[in-house]
């Protein structure tokens, strides 16, 4: 009968000890899971909200330049923009060269959208002869190199004027990295005397 009590003694003696309560290291492990699965949370939510920011962004079109003007200092970029001297009539329109440079003055091959206007400015009723606009997207094909010339070569449509009086082309050219828009103008004699070049 004592050995019988000893035994039950001993049963429930292990049977409470087992249940004694949570293990120290299941307990740990619970607490690393539900941090991580917060973490995993809170970056998905920013995740989220990027994708969300980006395509505002381009819904709105926007592609503002987010590099610091530290960075950009540092960046050979663009700085200003030339109209080269082959630019002039041509029997196929008005043949526009842009030279974009950097702070150095060397021509930099940079991607831009480009506008170019073309006044008579002897008129003074409606002295604009003509607006053309070459997108971010054409720059590939609208960049041209040889000995004498590095840049955009652009041909605006535009018939000669017929009183033989000078043209004044401006040009806008916005830089697709820093968003910069820069300017140049240039008196373009009238009639062309040079060859037809791209």
Sequence with gaps: MTHLLSSGI?????????CGGPNKAN????????ALQDELKVLKQQHDGALASLAAKDKQGSSVSTLPSDRLGQ???????????LTAM???????YVIP???????????GAIS???FDLSKTD??????WDFAITDAGKNWYESIIVRGYALTCPLQANSN???????VSFTDALTQRVLTAQKVVTAPATQPAQK
Excluded: W, Y
């Design 10 to 18: 001993l049963i429930v003696a292990i049977t409470l000890g087992g």
């Design 27 to 34: 307990v740990e492990l619970r607490k690393q899971n539900q």
């Design 75 to 85: 960046l050979f970029t663009v700085t200003r923009i030339d109209i080269g001297s």
């Design 90 to 96: 041509r029997d196929s329109g008005l043949k526009v």
């Design 101 to 111: 440079r950097d702070a150095e003055g060397d021509v930099i091959k940079s991607a």
């Design 116 to 118: 170019v206007d073309a």
């Design 126 to 131: 409606k002295p604009q002869m003509g607006h």
């Design 164 to 170: 033989g009086s000078d043209l004044t082309v401006r």
